[in-house]
C-alpha cells in the first residue's frame, strides 16, 4: 500500500513519461519495482536531484540527465519520478 501512496504522491511530482518535449525537471524519486531496474538507472546517473531535459517523447522516452543522452522504455520512464524545475 506505502508503495501506491508514493507513486502518486504529490511530494515526488510528475512520472517523466507524463513530460513534454524541453520540460527541464529534476529527479525526485525512483520506484523499486524490480531493484535490478533501480540500480542500472542509478548507475547511468539517474538519481535523486538529478537534472533532466526531456528530448523525446516518442517512439520511446529519451532525456539529457546532467550531461548523458538516455533513452528508455514508457514503463522504464514511469518508474521515474520528478520535479519541474521553475524558469
Excluded at 513534454?20 to 529527479?27: C, F, K, Q
Excluded at 537534472?51 to 514508457?74: H, K, M, N, W, Y
Aim: with cysteine; charged share 20%; proline share 1%.
Amino acid at each position: 500500500m506505502s508503495s501506491i501512496h508514493l507513486a502518486f504522491s504529490s511530494e515526488h511530482g510528475h512520472r517523466l513519461s507524463s513530460l513534454a518535449e524541453g520540460t527541464r525537471a529534476t529527479v525526485s524519486h525512483v520506484e523499486s519495482r524490480r531493484a535490478d531496474g533501480v540500480e542500472r538507472l542509478s548507475a547511468l546517473g539517474v538519481t535523486k536531484g538529478a537534472s533532466i531535459v526531456v528530448l523525446q517523447t516518442f517512439p520511446g522516452i529519451v532525456f539529457l540527465c546532467d550531461q548523458t543522452e538516455l533513452a528508455v522504455e514508457r514503463g522504464v520512464a514511469e518508474t521515474i519520478l520528478v520535479r519541474l524545475s521553475e524558469g
